[in-house]
């Protein structure tokens, strides 16, 4: 390849100077020759013009037939196409050929003769005493065959130097390229290793040179290769010492990588401390300004509370944001894979976020389509994190509008759906230099000295690590002046569990008038209802809703679903309202303003008002009651804050103001308090007296929360067990399984509120004082109680009668397993596997209405911390499978079932 490459490039070196040659003088040659034809056409053309136009004067202008031969024979002249004798009176002209071309656009040129394109035309006037033009056109198709005859002939003589050239190089060519193919051989000879050879090619000049250098080079490579081995071995020696010296780096490689893992320890602890330190204060703060609203105060004093309240929830807020972040960071941040509902998860987000919306005057709007599956399995708690950091820049960022949510199907993998996510808004939108940094982090849309919203940057950078660790993507549809579309997929698997869907047939086929002015609202409110299989008849505004009454259209609708536009926006709302409460028609009016709307409709048994956004449970609800179906009053309100029954707590905690602060809520709840600022004095009371519930401090100096816990514990006799609640401002997720795992009962993070409270002594006192002791263990107290308890169930879930269900779904789905594996861990006397499965058995029933149950497990699991052996633990374990056959049994009951 080589060889045939040298070839060719001297062939080309010597043709290319040939062929150029050939090609200059040629063409040199060529444009003269045309030059000349032209100039001898264009003065052959002339003479004959002038000729012909001399004999036509000499001849009678009358004699037509004289004049027409000469025409005729004027044809047979060379390129002649067409000649005319024209008069200027208007005559019958004498024309000899093919009529002329038109000279219409035709140029004249530099010898007299117009250029049609194709031909030339040459005019000359007759005598003036017979006023006639005579017209000869020319071809040009001799001219054309000149021009060919030049180009053949050049072409031939360029062919014929190439080829003359071509035969030297040729030879010489051979000459040079066969002593280059010897060497290439004997270079590859020398690479496969043949040292033992003759090299002689008989070239000359530089050629042998070359084959002198290539002798040369066998003899020093002979040479080399028996220095390289020397070499090798005298580096086989250096290796084993470098080894030797490697080893030694990876030890201390290996002691600096145990001073990292520790000094990222410390910074986690420091992490966790910090966390502890600012939360701690913050905690005081929220707390108080809330107490501090409840008294009486002057507007300017409530303005400053409130500006004190906000503020301290912000930094709240950013203090989550930068923790989170640096889990994230770190990489200890871990997603759960629990069962959820992404319908509930959109609404709970927009129910806490409405007031925001509220105060913006923005609408809210939910659209989730009916292909997308609702039961998954994921982490609800990230999900709803990055939706409330998605739908809160949205509302922060839009002035006017509505802020919507939509949910669909992006593909469909079978047991894995992949879940595309948007938040809409109405504002000013963002430019594409913007959007570019918008999910890195500490990166604000406006990062001007005069941007009007706070924040640390990192709700977005956080979003963007959260979606992608759970499998999805995040990006942003924007243009400026048109709003913007935060978009994330979410890759979840279908949870095979079928659970219990918020269907009623109560509501079936009635007919509802739906009245919404924001047309993603009413598309949100249209899915809704239109899932209980309602007939649903749409209106665009009040106006057309008034219309259609007058009209008697409404006299056949069961409800009115109304949503009414804000306050500020309407003048005379007040008056439609109260023409719509007139026709007597349940209704249902969604407001962003309910309290207003509410003092007028008060009264009115056939109305009722929600704030916007809507919930499914709250319209469910509200329908219900509208049409006066028992029970579903029990499903629209929480239970209240306000203990039904005495409770005695300790609280333990160093800081004055948190101690105070919890102190203040739990009395304010009817609990009886005792406060303790130290562990020493805690461990003191607790000796001396009974409490229901203990909430204890974690980092307190001298005796910290754990060591307290511990030595409760160890003062506790018989089958006592008071339960002990963390409260703490702990970040990281390893400390709660460290709290757990060393005696306490539950977690609750600062900052806590009245609702944190009366949960936890809900959850772990009001339901279970009466049975806390329980003598004899053979025959326990459990049958007393229910089986299932639907009331508590509800109360447990908040009063959500599709949560209540779900947990209890949850529950029966896993009975499944869990008793034959507490079972075989008794049976084989497993007793930490048997106090893991009971004890996760236990907290589940803790959200569920199973009494007897919960309190089987609940003794169980007594009897294991406390020691007790076989002979009371097996009556126990016989106990509580009894009681999962019990609730098994109950719910697959025909009338259960139904």
């Known amino acids: 390849m080589a060889n045939r490459s040298l070839h060719s490039r001297l062939m080309l070196m010597a043709i290319l100077p040939a062929a150029l040659a050939a090609l200059v003088v040629g063409g040199y040659a060529l444009i003269s020759h045309l030059l000349n034809v032209q100039d001898s056409n264009a003065s052959r053309q002339q003479l004959l013009a ?114 003359l050239a071509m035969i030297p190089a040729l030879r010489f060519g051979r000459q040079l390229t ?82 990292a893992l520790k000094a990222s320890q410390i910074k986690s602890e420091f992490l966790a401390n910090m966390s502890h330190e600012i939360r701690t204060p913050l905690n005081g703060i929220l707390g108080f300004t809330k107490l501090l609203g409840r008294s009486s105060m002057t507007p300017r004093q409530q303005d400053y509370l409130s500006t004190i309240h906000k503020s301290a929830d912000s930094l709240l807020a950013i203090i989550n944001d930068i923790l989170d972040f640096s889990k994230i960071e770190a990489g200890k941040l871990s997603l759960e894979h629990t069962p959820l509902n992404l319908h509930d998860l959109i609404e709970d987000v927009q129910t806490m976020l409405a007031p925001m919306a509220q105060d913006r005057g923005l609408e809210q709007a939910a659209i989730i ?34 802020v919507v949510v939509r949910a669909m199907l992006e593909e469909n993998r079978g047991a894995e759906a992949v879940i595309k996510m948007t938040v809409t808004d109405t504002g000013n939108g963002l430019s594409a230099d913007q959007q570019k940094s918008l999910f890195n982090a500490f990166t604000q849309a406006d990062q001007s000295a005069r941007r009007q919203e706070g924040g640390t940057g990192l709700g977005l950078a956080i979003s963007k690590r959260l979606v992608e660790g759970m499998g999805g993507e995040i990006g942003i549809e924007s243009s400026e002046g048109k709003g913007s579309t935060f978009w994330f997929t979410l890759r979840a698997e279908r949870d095979p569990k079928q659970r219990p869907s918020m269907f009623t047939e109560e509501l079936k086929h009635k007919t509802v008038t ?31 809703l008034m219309t259609a009454a007058d009209k008697g259209e409404l006299a056949n609708s069961d409800f009115l679903v109304v949503g009414v536009p804000n306050l500020n926006t309407t003048p005379d709302l007040q008056q439609q309202v109260d023409d719509l409460a007139a026709l007597g028609r349940p209704m249902l009016v969604l407001s962003n303003n309910p309290e207003t709307v509410s003092r007028w409709l008060e009264d009115l048994p056939h109305c009722q008002v929600q704030g916007k956004p809507a919930t499914r449970q709250r319209l469910l609800n509200a329908l219900l009651a509208l049409a006066g179906e028992e029970g579903s009053e029990s499903l629209s309100l929480a239970p209240a804050l306000q203990l039904h029954q005495p409770v005695s707590v300790m609280v333990v905690d160093d800081h004055p103001g948190n101690l105070k602060l919890a102190r203040v809520f739990l009395e304010e709840l009817g609990a009886d308090v005792t406060a303790c600022e130290s562990g020493a004095s805690a461990l003191e009371a607790f000796q001396q007296d009974d409490f229901d519930l203990v909430f204890m401090d974690i980092q307190m100096p001298g005796m910290d929360g754990k060591t307290t816990t511990a030595r409760m514990r160890s003062h506790e006799t018989g089958t006592r067990h008071t339960p002990i609640v963390a409260l703490t401002a702990h970040a990281l997720e390893s400390e709660r399984r460290d709290l757990l795992d060393s005696g306490l009962d539950d977690y609750l993070s600062k900052p806590i509120s009245e609702k944190q409270l009366r949960y936890t002594l809900e959850k772990w006192v009001l339901k ?62 497993d007793d930490e596997t048997l106090l893991e499965r009971v004890h996760k058995l236990h907290g589940a029933t803790r959200y569920c209405g199973t009494p007897r149950l919960e309190q089987a497990a609940k003794a169980l699991e007594e009897a294991l911390k406390t020691g007790n052996g076989r002979d009371i633990l097996g009556p126990l374990v016989a106990t509580l499978c009894d009681e999962i056959c019990a609730l098994e049994h109950y719910c697959q009951a025909p009338e259960v079932s139904e």
């Open 369 to 402: 389509y009916s292909d997308v599956p609702l039961n998954l399995l994921g982490d609800p708690q990230r999900i709803r994190q990055v939706l409330t950091n998605l739908i809160s820049n949205a509302i922060k960022f839009t002035d006017t509008g509505s």
């Open 50 to 163: 002038d000729s012909f136009a001399a004999q036509l004067e000499s001849m009678d202008h009358r004699d037509t037939r004289s004049q027409q031969t000469l025409l005729h024979r004027l044809l047979e002249e060379q390129d002649v196409r067409a000649a005319s004798l024209i008069f200027d009176d208007n005559r019958p002209h004498q024309h000899a050929g093919p009529r002329l071309l038109p000279t219409a656009g035709a140029t004249l040129d530099n010898d007299g003769r117009l250029d049609t394109g194709s031909s030339w035309q040459i005019r000359r006037p007759i005598n003036p005493g017979s006023p006639a033009t005579l017209t000869i056109e020319f071809s040009r198709q001799g001219q054309y065959i000149s021009v060919l005859e030049s180009l053949v002939t050049l072409i031939l003589i360029t062919l014929g130097v190439l080829l």
């Open 178 to 259: 066969r002593p280059i193919h010897e060497m290439v051989s004997t270079v590859q000879r020398i690479r496969d290793g043949d040292l033992n050879m003759n090299i002689n090619t008989q070239a000359l000049g530089e050629l042998a040179q070359l084959e002198t250098a290539l002798r040369q080079m066998v003899v020093a490579l002979d040479d080399a290769q028996t220095e390289l081995q020397q070499n090798v071995d005298q580096a086989t020696q250096d290796l084993r010492e470098t080894l030797e010296t490697i080893e030694i780096q990876n030890i201390e490689l290996d002691m600096a990588r145990k001073e």
């Open 768 to 829: 279970t004082t009466k049975d806390d002791l329980i003598q004899q263990p053979e025959e326990p107290e459990v049958h007393k109680l229910e089986v299932f308890d639907a009331a508590l169930a509800r109360r447990r879930a908040g009063g959500r009668e599709a949560l209540a269900n779900e947990m209890m779904s949850m529950l029966l789905d896993s009975l499944v397993t869990d008793r034959p594996a507490i079972s075989s861990a008794f049976d084989s006397g």
């Open 514 to 544: 739906l009245v919404e002015t924001d047309e993603y609202g009413r598309l949100g409110l249209y899915h809704m209802l239109s899932h209980w299989q309602m007939e649903i008849r749409e209106h665009h505004s009040l106006a057309h």
